[in-house]
């Protein structure tokens, strides 16, 4: 089965630059979710996107913005990066539309690792 | 506000045992969902288990058990003939179901399965 996918898988910046994170949703999921996993920590809710608007947002910094194309894939653009942006950022998808119990399951891809030196 | 505590920071279970880890959480919501995640060395999140809070019924997934306990605001999971790749870090995730959103996540298990 199709899974979420997302690039890079790894990145490497250096502080002040800017990344682009992307991310694939599983085909026929509308939502797209993106959280920040630092050591050691629980992924910590940046921002959601349904049906390409934004959906909710968490703790996600002023420097970020993201957005959901037509084609339901989204982009994580980090600007200004400090040296504890370094994480793991996931993205996930669900099928919030198709309704019912799956709706509410979040399928995760396997994270891109950035790294700010 | 709702929150997701997991007062085991690390657990160890032999081969072939069982084990069960804890999860409470805190809302005033009545109904959501719960849910277990493993991540594994690979650092991937895989979905284990969903228990939707207005059954009574415990959700099971093969070795994978809940105990849900909704007036308590308790969810255990107990996984059964503990095998060496169930070797993970395990998440509580909670979402309710008037804005799944976003999922509130425990501070995790991690989860050592011994030969």
């Known amino acids: 089965a199709a899974g979420v996918i997302q690039s890079p898988r790894h990145l490497i910046k250096e502080k002040r630059e800017t990344a682009t994170l992307k991310c694939y949703p599983i085909p026929r999921h509308d939502t797209v979710y993106w959280y920040q996993q630092g050591p050691g920590q629980d992924p910590q809710f940046l921002i959601s996107?349904?049906?390409?608007?934004?959906?909710d947002k968490g703790s996600i910094p002023d420097r970020f913005s993201a957005q959901q194309f037509s084609d339901y894939h989204s982009e994580l653009n980090m600007s200004s990066l400090e040296l504890g942006d370094s994480a793991l950022y996931f993205c996930?998808?669900?099928?919030?539309?198709?309704?019912?119990?799956?709706?509410?399951?979040?399928?995760f891809g396997p994270g891109t690792r950035l790294t700010v030196t | 506000a709702q929150t997701v505590t997991q007062s085991q920071p690390e657990m160890s279970v032999q081969e072939a045992e069982t084990v069960t880890l804890s999860c409470t959480y805190d809302?005033?919501?009545?109904?959501?969902?719960l849910f277990w995640y493993k991540q594994p060395p690979s650092r991937q999140m895989i979905l284990v288990i969903r228990?939707?809070?207005?059954?009574?019924q415990n959700a099971t997934e093969n070795r994978f058990s809940v105990n849900f306990q909704k007036a308590a605001k308790s969810f255990s999971l107990k996984i059964s003939d503990s095998q060496l790749g169930d070797t993970a870090m395990y998440f509580c995730?909670?979402?309710?179901?008037?804005?799944?959103?976003?999922?509130?996540f425990g501070s995790g298990t991690k989860l050592n399965v011994k030969p």
């Open positions: 809302t005033s919501e009545n109904n959501y969902y």
């Open positions: 996107f349904y049906e390409k608007m934004q959906s």
């Open positions: 228990q939707e809070a207005y059954k009574q």
């Open positions: 996930a998808s669900s099928p919030r539309g198709s309704g019912g119990p799956q709706s509410y399951e979040q399928y």
């Open positions: 995730a909670f979402t309710p179901i008037y804005n799944f959103n976003k999922f509130y």
